[in-house]
């Protein structure tokens, strides 16, 4: 079955830039979709295929492929952004999530 | 807006059954592709099943196939799952989740099911 590879976690200091990556094989020719969630909430979608960033959502988060990866960056990170960040694919009819990334602001 | 409210979730014993509903508000139900994607303690997402606009086209993970069925009622903006079988690997939050083109763009609150 299809995997997507996350970091478990990440830290970033406040007002730098965090980066997290999602590994796949053939992940270049797939739309990658990222999900914020925030302890005691549902996920919210916060880039949809690859690099669109629905409204609402900040212009700090911006997403980029690159070959077998796909990357979310976080500018100029603000304690808000703490949560857990998951990838997305679709694969044989199949969604498939990355397991998560832990953001940590500090 | 748009709103997706889950119920039905609950205890359980393994073994036993559940169905679960979501109610769907402020779009046009018909015109989107609905899922259920569950969430077990402190775990990670895990996509479970997704239903085409009419129902006519289905798809199930591995992991709830044979023993999940999912299935909608657009006269009335209502997503369903029925859950049989249930083993403690089941206990999870359940969210009603709207699908549009590929990716996931309006999620419910959820509601916990506990299989003990």
């Known amino acids: 079955s299809y995997e997507l590879t996350q970091p478990g976690a990440v830290s970033v200091a406040p007002g730098q830039t965090a980066r997290i990556t999602c590994g796949g094989d053939?992940?270049?020719?797939?739309?990658v979709h990222w999900y914020q969630q925030k302890p005691g909430q549902a996920p919210v979608l916060v880039i949809y295929r690859d690099t669109n960033r629905p409204s609402g959502i900040p212009e700090r988060f911006s997403g980029s492929k690159s070959g077998n990866t796909a990357t979310l960056t976080i500018s100029t990170a603000q304690a808000g952004d703490e949560a857990a960040y998951y990838c997305?694919?679709?694969?044989?009819?199949?969604?498939?999530f990355g397991a998560g990334t832990e953001v940590t602001v500090l | 807006q748009v709103q997706l409210v889950e119920s039905g979730g609950g205890l359980v014993k393994p073994g036993g059954s559940l169905r679960l509903s979501c109610a769907a508000s402020?779009?046009?139900?018909?015109?989107?592709?609905m899922n259920w994607i569950r969430q077990a303690p402190g775990k990670g997402l895990e996509w479970i099943s997704y239903i085409s606009s009419t129902g006519s086209t289905i798809y199930y993970a591995n992991s709830v196939k044979g023993r999940f069925t999912i299935s909608r009622d657009n006269s009335k903006n209502s997503l369903y799952l029925q859950m049989s079988s249930l083993t403690v690997e089941d206990t999870a939050v359940y969210y009603c989740v709207r699908g549009y083109r590929y990716y996931f763009d309006q999620w419910g609150q959820g509601t916990l099911v506990s299989v003990s």
């Open positions: 997305h694919v679709w694969d044989s009819s199949t969604a498939v």
């Open positions: 053939n992940i270049g020719i797939k739309n």
């Open positions: 402020g779009f046009s139900f018909n015109d989107y592709y």
